[in-house]
Structure formats: structure tokens, C-alpha cells
């Protein structure tokens, strides 16, 4: 059964970078049917997609975060990983990583999701 | 983007009713569109993808239709555990976008 589990500190003060893991139990990241995403959620508010990235290094970016976001995938750790520099109250959410099945272009499993608190 | 909405925004129902609701895009989306639940401090849950394909493990009280730009999920019989929030969320282009969410609560 494929688990992810997001990790990362819950405060981050505004200027930083917010740095988030997913990590990947029962299955791999390496695996050609899925890309792996990053989705936030404003508090009381709705999903709002970030970006994705697939174990053959292709990925796609939120024009709207894409000048301050970098994800990336680590298959040595069974992992992927969401930077995003120069933060402000804007970007306190929470965050989930997802699995998107490519032939079904849904996210099928979810993280429990990580609240990140920008503020000084 | 391709824009997402939903109606209604809310809806109150009671246990056996049957629930509707309505998802539009912006642009035509063939049938890429996904539906999703979420409880309260809970990540979503997939119901339904292509507009009409049931995710594994969810009841078949659940079903979805349309195509282009207009769909639709209905509970055919509430349960008191389908109380939630639903999102659509097209699969058409990136960046994938999801409605603002129809909240369904007890009558």
C-alpha cells in the first residue's frame, strides 16, 4: 500500500525559503506511470496546484510560483522535495504531496498534509 | 488557466437524499475532470476520474457525467459520512485547476 508523508518545519519567517519532503513508502518514485506533485491548500480556502515532477526529470511549474519554486526528485531516498524562496503570508497553507496516475490524470494518493506558517 | 467553478456553493441535505452537483470550465476539457472530497482536516479523497470512471473503493452511490465544459457528480442516496466538501479539478492543461467547492452539511 503506497503512503506519503510530508515533512518540513511548520514556521517559516517571511524572506526565507519553505523547503518540504515528501517521502514515498510501499512504492517508488521511480516509477514510469506516475509524476508526483506538490498542492496547497489557504487556510479555509481551496486547492490550489503547484507543480509536478516525474522520475524522467520532466516537470511542470505553476506560472504563478514558477520564479520561486524548485521541485525535485531524490529516488536514492524515495523521495521529492518542494522549495519555495522568498516567502510571504500569502504562501501559509497547507501543503500536500500527491500521486498523479498519468493515465488517469488524477491524484489518487494524498499525504496527510503539512500546515507552514510564514510569519515572523 | 482554465477557470473552474461550482454550484451550488453549499447545499443542505438529509440522510437518503439524493445530491447533485454541478462543475463548468472555462474551456472545452473533453472529459478530463476529476471530482474529490475532503473532510475537515483530512487530505481529499478521489472519487471519480474522466468525468465518469469510479475510483476503487468508492460506493457506487457516487457517479459522474458530462463533457466539454459541463459535468456533473450526484449521490444517488446520502450517508451521514458524505458530509464534505466536494472539488472538481480539470486534467485538460496545466496548471491543473480545481472549482471553489461545493460544501454539503446536514439539513
Known amino acids: 500500500q503506497v503512503q506519503l508523508q510530508e515533512s518540513g518545519p511548520g514556521l517559516v519567517k517571511p524572506s526565507q525559503t519553505l523547503s518540504l519532503v515528501c517521502t514515498v513508502s510501499g512504492g517508488s518514485v521511480s516509477s514510469a506511470g506516475y509524476y508526483w506533485t506538490w498542492i496547497r491548500q489557504h487556510p479555509e480556502k481551496g486547492l490550489h496546484w503547484i507543480g509536478y515532477?516525474?522520475?524522467?526529470?520532466?516537470?511542470y511549474y505553476n506560472p504563478s510560483l514558477k520564479s520561486r519554486l524548485t521541485i525535485s526528485l531524490d529516488t536514492s531516498k524515495n523521495n521529492f522535495s518542494l522549495k519555495l524562496t522568498s516567502v510571504t503570508a500569502a504562501d501559509t497553507a497547507v501543503y500536500y504531496c500527491?500521486?498523479?496516475?498519468?493515465?488517469?490524470?488524477?491524484?489518487?494518493?494524498w499525504g496527510q498534509g503539512t500546515m507552514v506558517t510564514v510569519s515572523s | 488557466d482554465i477557470q473552474m467553478t461550482q454550484s451550488p456553493s453549499s447545499v443542505s441535505a438529509s440522510v437518503g437524499d439524493r445530491v447533485t452537483v454541478t462543475c463548468r470550465a472555462s474551456h472545452d476539457i473533453s472529459r478530463y475532470l476529476a471530482w474529490y472530497q475532503q473532510k475537515p482536516g483530512k487530505a481529499p479523497k478521489l472519487l471519480i476520474y474522466g468525468a465518469s470512471s469510479l475510483q476503487n473503493g468508492v460506493p457506487s452511490r457516487f457517479s459522474g457525467s458530462g463533457s466539454g465544459t459541463d459535468f456533473t457528480l450526484t449521490i444517488s442516496s446520502l450517508q451521514p459520512e458524505d458530509f464534505a466538501t466536494y472539488y472538481c479539478?480539470?486534467?485538460?492543461?496545466?496548471?491543473?485547476?480545481f472549482g471553489p467547492g461545493t460544501k454539503v452539511d446536514i439539513k
Open positions: 479539478q480539470q486534467a485538460d492543461s496545466f496548471p491543473f485547476t
Open positions: 500527491a500521486r498523479v496516475v498519468t493515465a488517469r490524470d488524477a491524484s489518487d494518493i
Open positions: 515532477i516525474h522520475y524522467s526529470g520532466k516537470n
